[in-house]
């Protein structure tokens, strides 16, 4: 078990992780799955009932849900409570763990309650689609023209809901019941609860699977909408992989491009030229690959994109204030230092660390940020190569 000792925190939290190959043929049912987890038990018979419960132990929270790591799933169950110092009712903490082995081993999968989990995966997916930030970026992954785990889309697939069937989701769930647990805590944790998350907790090694998005030849699709303004997403592959030794470069390059409010897009792009309201860029690390997005009026579509391009030239040419890049450098580093103000964030970091056997020395990370250069950063943006893009376009 992983254990973040705090007493920062009023509360403890806890994420129970298991890991999954990621694959088309299991994404859709496994969405099903983190919605029928916290809908009844066996002891709770209702979602009512199982609500009720988690107010009696004080507003526990409990929350399940799917992230993806290269090539790897993981399933997360989170749960928070008040620290049992704060809590004088004796049996408190039976209850917290009553709660959270009843969600993690003894869900029922019915029929009601899967017909109420498809509907309201399919309102989310379909509320997903129907935004033109949320379509574009859907499409520019998924249509990539590759079988890397980069184009199966976190969220699942309306296509495969209809051929779902439930003994599709018993079928996962069995898997989930057999698959490790591994448990990550921050807090103030008690010497029962303890006691207990380490029973669940396997002593099986993690290890990623993982690998680069190819350089792909570029694609490109315009999607019509009837929408007040038009939607943006630009796909490249990085090469660089998160343990590369090039990977703190390619992050502080991420970060002087369009991570942070003094960016290059958003300077020139939004406040220079007023052609968006929001300008970002984000890496998805695990993959290699860098996404931009943006939402503009259609008539500023090609002024917007050229001006994208040349942002990632100035970097290249160093056509641009170095001061810019120790501000980028800077915000590098809070966003690690104010990660630990949060919890959660501090869990999602160790496993990061954990599940890539590196070094979880938040020190380390600081210096390998503040040695990168101008030449890294330069080199850095040079190995950015476009692979696709998806307009979604305001209808005449």
């Known amino acids: 078990m992983n254990y973040i000792s705090s007493n920062k925190f009023s509360d403890v939290s806890v994420a129970i992780r298991t890991q999954f190959p990621l694959e088309r043929s299991t994404i859709t049912a496994y969405n099903i799955l983190v919605y ?8 709770f018979k209702t979602k009512q009932a199982l609500i009720s419960n988690l107010n009696e132990a004080y507003g526990m929270k409990l929350a399940c849900g799917l992230s993806s790591y290269g090539a790897d799933l993981i399933l997360t169950t989170r749960i928070q409570y008040i620290r049992s110092d704060w809590i004088e009712e004796e049996d408190y903490i039976h209850k917290v763990k009553e709660i959270t082995d009843q969600v993690l081993f003894h869900s029922v999968l019915d029929e009601a309650s899967f017909e109420e989990a498809k509907y309201l995966y399919r309102n989310k997916l379909t509320r997903i689609l129907d935004d033109p930030d949320g379509l574009a970026i859907y499409t520019c992954l998924t249509t990539l023209n590759t079988n890397h785990e980069i184009s199966i889309p976190i969220q699942g697939s309306l296509d495969d809901l209809d051929q779902l069937t439930l003994q599709d989701i018993q079928n996962v769930y069995s898997a989930y019941l057999k698959a490790d647990k591994h448990i990550l805590v921050c807090g103030c944790l008690d010497e029962e609860m303890k006691t207990y998350l380490e029973r669940m907790d396997s002593s099986s090694k993690l290890n990623s699977t993982r690998s680069l998005l190819p350089i792909l030849d570029y694609q490109e699709e315009i999607i019509e909408k009837n929408i007040s303004q038009s939607s943006i997403a630009l796909v490249y592959a990085t090469s660089t992989d998160i343990l590369s030794e090039d990977y703190y470069k390619m992050f502080v390059m991420n970060s002087l491009l369009g991570q942070s409010p003094t960016s290059l897009l958003f300077e020139e792009v939004r406040e220079k030229h007023s052609l968006c309201y929001s300008i970002s860029s984000y890496l998805i690390q695990f993959d290699g690959a860098l996404i931009i997005t943006l939402g503009t009026n259609k008539e500023n579509i090609e002024k917007a994109i050229d001006l994208i391009n040349q942002q990632i030239q100035r970097i290249i040419d160093l056509d641009f204030d170095p001061e810019l890049l120790n ?4 915000d590098c580093i809070d966003s690690l230092i104010v990660a630990q103000d949060y919890p959660f964030s501090q869990i999602d970091q160790r496993f990061m660390d954990v ?3 590196r070094d979880t020395d938040r020190d380390k990370k600081i210096k390998n940020i503040q040695k990168v250069s ?6 850095a943006a040079k190995k950015l190569k476009k692979i696709s893009s998806v307009i979604v376009k305001e209808v005449e």
């Open 36 to 43: 029928m987890l916290k809908t009844k038990t066996e002891l």
């Open 374 to 379: 101008l030449e890294d950063v330069s080199a």
């Open 355 to 357: 599940l890539l056997s």
């Open 327 to 330: 501000t980028a450098k800077k």
